[in-house]
T-cell receptor, first 115, second 114 residues
Framework: NAGVTQTPKFQVLKTGQSMTLQCAQD?????MSWYRQDPGMGLRLIHY???????DQGEVPNGYNVSRSTTEDFPLRLLSAAPSQTSVYFC??????????????FGSGTRLTVV | AQKVTQAQTEISVVEKEDVTLDCVYE???????LFWYKQPPSGELVFLIR??????QNEISGRYSWNFQKSTSSFNFTITASQVVDSAVYFC???????????FGTGTRLTVIP
């Protein structure tokens, strides 16, 4: 059971380049989300998805696109990278059932530097 | 809107001392969840505890204990007899009623000096 897998672990981009951060989970969780972590800011929600075909914006969505074509995958796209997007990105998946069972799993993170 | 405040930016203690990390939250929801995560120098997020808004019982897990007080909107975390391996950044987080979106505090960096 791999949990939440993020690739790549490290990436350097030039301003204006595009790239996709990959996130995959094998736990059949309905819910997936992307966060970014900046020094002194904690983690902030970028986008989330409550299921395949459904996505919504979080607290800091500008400059990022997402799609959810399958339950397993939730890629994050940077269409034109900017230095302000230099950050550590975490993907997460979760489920919450009536009766109280609950799980929330983070990936290991992607460190992105935009120069 | 949800908000989490961790007023302590950095704390240093000598090994074996007890230390309490403070967390104060704001929410208009009656149903919510509170979390603590540990982020060691390696960078991953390690889940420590989840508490729902209807359960104010304190919890103890080994050297860790949590004090949840709705009256003061606080969810403080105490490490007893701290160890060097406890050195990390600790995040408190608050979820929406669906328990799927987390709102994080800015974190407290704990350094345990041998």
């Amino acid at each position: 059971n791999a949990g939440v897998t993020q690739t790549p672990k490290f990436q350097v981009l030039k301003t204006g380049q595009s790239m996709t951060l990959q996130c995959a989970q094998d736990m059949n969780h309905e819910y997936m989300s992307w966060y970014r972590q900046d020094p002194g800011m904690g983690l902030r929600l970028i986008h989330y998805s409550v299921g395949a075909g459904i996505t919504d914006q979080g607290e800091v969505p500008n400059g990022y696109n997402v799609s959810r074509s399958t339950t397993e995958d939730f890629p994050l796209r940077l269409l034109s990278a900017a230095p302000s997007q230099t950050s550590v990105y975490f993907c997460a998946s979760s489920y919450h059932r009536q009766g109280g069972s609950y799980g929330y799993t983070f990936g290991s993170g992607t460190r992105l530097t935009v120069v | 809107a949800q908000k989490v405040t961790q007023a302590q930016t950095e704390i240093s203690v000598v090994e074996k001392e007890d230390v309490t990390l403070d967390c104060v939250y704001e929410t208009r929801d009656t149903t919510y969840y509170l979390f603590w995560y540990k982020q060691p120098p390696s960078g991953e997020l390690v889940f420590l505890i989840r508490r729902n808004s209807f359960d104010e019982q304190n919890e103890i897990s080994g050297r860790y204990s949590w004090n949840f007080q709705k009256s003061t909107s606080s969810f403080n975390f105490t490490i007893t007899a701290s160890q060097v391996v406890d050195s990390a950044v600790y995040f408190c987080a608050l979820s929406d009623p669906g328990a799927n979106n987390l709102f994080f505090g800015t974190g407290t960096r704990l350094t345990v000096i041998p």
